[in-house]
Each structure stands twice: as C-alpha cells, then as structure tokens.
C-alpha cells in the first residue's frame, strides 16, 4: 500500500513539475545571448584578435595614412587630423611588433585600431 501512495505521489509531483521544466528551455529561434567581442569594423573580422590579422591592419593604416599626408589632396584641418592619426597608428603598430602581446593588452590594442579605422574611413570619405 505504501508503495502505491510513494507511486502515486511521485508521478503528482512528476505532472506538477513538468510545467516548470517546459519553462526553463528556450522556445524555437530564441538565441543565447553570447560574450561581448571586439567590434568589428572595415576590414577587422568579426571577434578578430589575431595579433597577426591586428599587426597587418595597423600596417596597412599606417601606410595609408602616410600616403594620404604626402600626397597635397588635405587641406589643413585634414592633414592636423592625419598628424594626429599617425603616432597613434605607429604606437599601436608597435606594441603589436612584440614577441609576446597579452591578451588583455591585445583587446584594447584591437579597440584603439578600430576607433582609428572608423576616423581613417570617415577621413578618406572627405578626400574623394
């Protein structure tokens, strides 16, 4: 008789409880919320934090904001812009040169590369 009773009283609370795990999962096409990455901008890879993919996009600014300074297409405001741009792109370039990089240096590199490839666009937007 007790077994009937412990019987009868597991499969209640077995009815009872299924709402609650019916709730608890996640309904069709809900996604996940996943960890913040590095913003993505231009030709930076989304979650990119390559000190290789990172050291070729400083580079790459660096030249282009070099080439942009000798080339008389700036007026004066632009070229104080580029001055501006220029040691940061160098500095960021730099640290990316080292043999070892942590990963925390690494982010905010990434993060000053992306604030000077959103100011380099907007730049070359203005010169053409």
């Given at each position: 008789m007790t077994q009937r009773i412990l019987l009868a009283l597991f499969i209640v609370a077995a009815f009872?409880?299924?709402p609650l795990v019916t709730h608890a999962q996640m309904p069709g096409g809900v996604q996940v919320p996943q960890a913040p990455q590095v913003p993505s901008t231009g030709s930076l890879p989304t979650g990119a934090l390559s000190k290789d993919s990172l050291l070729q996009q400083a580079k790459g600014m660096v030249s282009d904001l070099t080439s942009m300074k000798s080339s008389g297409?700036?007026?004066a405001a632009?070229?104080?812009?580029?001055?501006?741009?220029?040691?940061?792109?160098?500095s960021v370039t730099g640290e990316?040169?080292?043999p070892s990089v942590p990963p925390?240096?690494?982010?905010q590199?990434?993060?000053?590369?992306?604030?000077?490839?959103?100011q380099l666009t907007a730049l070359k937007g203005m010169i053409k």
């Open positions: 009872l409880a299924s297409k700036l007026d632009q070229t104080k812009q580029v001055d501006t741009m220029l040691p940061k792109a160098q990316l040169e080292k925390n240096k690494l982010t590199l990434a993060s000053q590369l992306s604030d000077l490839q959103k």
